[in-house]
């Protein structure tokens, strides 16, 4: 059977570590050889945004590190109503990779995984 992670970002990608550290996680599945996939909802749909300005703020911006995981085959999943509840009616704003997701699609992906991280 495959070892698989789906790690759910709830929070905003700045003010806290938690994208951040969702990040590190994920790229640790990936060194395991893990069947890794991330989904941003609700404010965590900022996470993957493209061009992200952090001029001016101690944070560092997230896009380059997502690039580097999908490059190692993880995938990045965007959940549609979080981002359209954000002014958003596709994912033309977001990183090269980010698929958008649906309710439904999303239910099965986390029915499938072996394990489910919230952060």
């Not at 995981?69 to 958003?88: D, E, F, N, T, V």
Request: proline letters at 3%; hydrophobic letters at 50%.
């Amino acid at each position: 059977m495959k070892n698989s992670l789906c790690i759910l970002i709830r929070r905003p990608p700045f003010g806290q570590i938690h994208a951040a550290e969702a990040l590190r996680h994920l790229g640790g599945a990936l060194a395991e050889k893990l069947d890794a996939c991330a989904v941003l909802l609700d404010d965590g749909v900022y996470a993957a945004r493209a061009e992200q300005n952090v001029a001016g703020t101690d944070w560092t911006a997230l896009s380059p590190v997502w690039s580097q995981h999908l490059a190692k085959g993880a995938r990045l999943y965007i959940h549609a109503p979080s981002a359209r509840a954000r002014g958003w009616q596709d994912n033309a704003q977001f990183i090269a990779g980010a698929q958008w997701i649906e309710d439904d699609a999303l239910a099965q992906l986390l029915a499938d995984a072996d394990a489910v991280m919230v952060y």
